[in-house]
């Protein structure tokens, strides 16, 4: 890309940054709002038949479009999923977030070995929990992103093989004039090894960002260390 399309891109990409960090913060008004989300995709009846055969889900996304449409969506549907977080050391910032995605669905669980230990009891007992996979993870291994290797987490494609539960990808991308949103819950990924599976959800993502790129988040550092 030139250098004013760079420009025009990180410029977007702060408008719907901006937009999503307001909507967060107001989540509990942001999730009745059902009139926003239109959703679709073979994942959200896998959801289903999850759930009412007793067993937990975990659905996998990105910081792409507007992530908590996709919690606003499994609501609609009469579900509840909670969701990982990393703590901010900002207190004020870490004190909104919290509050905003609480609204969206419970538990959220802060990453470390205590939330951890948390998760895995929330999924052994059927819930749903929502894990945005996009991060730089330090004692990842290196998996294509976008072309490039990216230090990535395979905890969501460990737990789903370790406790045989359906690992869907789901995005909420920003349709019309961003105020409304398209939520597509894709199919599980077939259970094969973590990598495999988490390589998958990469390309995924990727395919998303390459057709709307900003609508992801593109601050991550994603590729650092790598």
């Not at 890309?1 to 913060?25: C, P, S, V, W």
């Not at 896998?46 to 969506?73: C, M, N, P, T, Y």
């Not at 460990?158 to 539960?165: E, I, N, P, S, V």
């Amino acid at each position: 890309m030139k250098r004013g399309a760079r420009a025009k891109l990180g410029q977007d990409m702060g408008r719907h940054m901006g937009r999503t960090l307001f909507e967060i913060y107001h989540d509990a008004e942001f999730q009745i709002q059902h009139h926003k989300f239109m959703a679709s995709g073979p994942g959200l009846v896998a959801l289903k038949e999850a759930q009412a055969a007793g067993k937990g889900a975990i659905i996998v996304s990105g910081h792409f479009g507007q992530w908590e449409a996709v919690r606003a969506v499994i609501k609609m549907h009469g579900l509840e999923s909670g969701a990982v977080y990393r703590p901010h050391k900002n207190r004020h910032y870490a004190r909104r977030i919290l509050a905003g995605i609480e609204a969206g669905g419970k538990p959220i669980l802060a990453t470390g070995h205590v939330g951890t230990r948390a998760l895995v009891r929330h999924l052994r007992d059927g819930g749903i929990i929502s894990i945005l996979l996009d991060e730089k993870h330090s004692e990842g291994v290196r998996i294509p992103f976008l072309g490039h290797d990216a230090l990535t987490s395979l905890s969501a494609a460990q737990l789903a093989l370790k406790y045989d539960l359906p690992m869907i990808p789901a995005f909420g991308t920003r349709i019309d004039d961003g105020n409304a949103f398209r939520v597509e819950f894709e199919a599980p990924i077939p259970h094969t090894d973590s990598i495999t599976m988490t390589r998958v959800f990469n390309d995924s993502l990727s395919a998303r960002i390459m057709a709307d790129p900003e609508q992801w988040y593109w601050m991550l550092r994603r590729w650092e260390g790598a």
